[in-house]
């Protein structure tokens, strides 16, 4: 479909547009990180940031996540709205107590008299031989703890509305933005994530997900890189007849269980696509979401596509033998329907 005066931005362009404009109407919001800076950020999310808006307010730090992640929290606590980026989000060993002990538990430990306005930023998955800590997603370790807003974005509109809505959340707000989605160079961009973004600013309402296709025959459910994977999947099925619904939960906490349960109300049969681990994650809690609203509206045992609960592999035959991809969604459906 084409939108009048088309303006197709990446997620990376999209997320700094965000920042910039929020930035020029609220002198509260400051960002912090490693390279983000003169390089723009790694992948690209912070690029002419410094420029515009100087070392005062656009802060490069020393290689110490536990101190620049606990020093947003103080800031926030004091007034103001920092924009924080932990470069990979399999770096959060070094500083889960400044995440969720302080930033996620701060507001309920003071009873309501802090609020922490922050946005902890991060980039997740793999697919390019990156090894076990680097191409981690880790969306259930954080949707799983209580205190923090997450949502996860799989196009530049939906970053950009997502990012102005989570800086001007009184609450803490993780921000997870998958690598192969961000429309860097350097790595295999997905095209689908490039599409239409105003330029003016605008919010996307956290908690609310999106039917990113409509269909009839079965509900496919997923997030961030997932998502393309679904909608090429649902292409294929297409060809041989059957009308596959796609859910993009653009937000894992709240998580909108209320489309869901329609979807699959309608359909009989669910998918759930999630690079994250099988085990204790996002597609363990949507088909639990379904079958404690109504389990009679299944017409089969739903299937998960997700990662193996394994440690990464940094052979690229083996990460991809372990990743998901249509081809194993279109192996789910027929093993949903052979039964």
């Known amino acids: 479909m084409n939108v009048p005066n088309e303006r197709k931005l990446t997620i990376a362009r999209a997320m700094a547009e965000a920042v910039a404009q929020e930035m020029r109407i609220d002198p509260s919001v400051f960002v912090m ?13 912070t690029r002419g940031l410094l420029e515009e808006f100087g070392s005062e307010r ?12 606990g020093a947003a929290v103080g800031a926030a606590q004091d007034g103001m709205r920092p924009v924080v980026e932990l470069m990979f989000v399999d770096f959060f060993g070094v500083c889960f107590d400044a995440i969720y002990n302080l930033m996620a538990k701060n507001t309920y430990f003071s009873g309501g008299s802090f609020n922490v306005p922050m946005v902890l930023m991060t980039s997740t998955g793999g697919g390019y031989s990156d090894a076990g800590q680097h191409s981690q997603c880790l969306y259930g370790t954080f949707a799983h703890l209580p205190g923090m807003k997450v949502v996860c974005p799989s196009n530049a509109y939906d970053a950009k509305g997502l990012m102005t809505a989570a800086m001007r959340d009184n609450s803490p707000v993780v921000y997870m933005y998958h690598k192969s989605l961000q429309g860097m160079g350097w790595l295999a961009t997905e095209p689908g994530a490039t599409v ?9 309402e956290i908690g609310k997900a999106k039917i990113a296709r409509e269909g009839r025959d079965v509900t496919i459910v997923s997030l961030g890189r997932g998502v393309h994977h679904a909608l090429t999947a649902a292409e294929q099925m297409e060809a041989d007849g059957i009308s596959a619904e796609v859910i993009d939960l653009v937000s894992l906490v709240p998580l909108d269980r209320d489309t869901i349960c329609a979807s699959v109300s309608k359909t009989g049969y669910l998918i759930v696509v999630d690079e ?16 404690e609203h109504d389990i009679s509206i299944l017409k089969a045992s739903p299937k998960r596509v997700a990662y193996p609960d394994v440690p990464i592999p940094y052979a690229r035959v083996m990460e991809q033998f372990c990743l998901p991809n249509p081809d194993k969604i279109l192996a789910a459906y027929q093993s949903i329907r052979a039964a």
């Not at 990180?33 to 999310?45: H, Q, R």
């Not at 656009?58 to 992640?69: K, L, M, Q, Y």
């Not at 239409?196 to 996307?204: K, M």
């Open 33 to 45: 990180g490693e390279d983000i800076g003169a390089l723009g950020g790694v992948y690209g999310n």
């Open 58 to 69: 656009v802060r490069d730090t020393p290689i110490s996540e536990t101190a620049f992640i």
């Open 196 to 204: 239409h973004t105003p330029e003016e600013s605008y919010t996307l």
């Open 276 to 291: 994250d681990y099988m085990s204790y994650g996002v597609s363990g809690e949507v088909i639990a979401s379904v079958t």
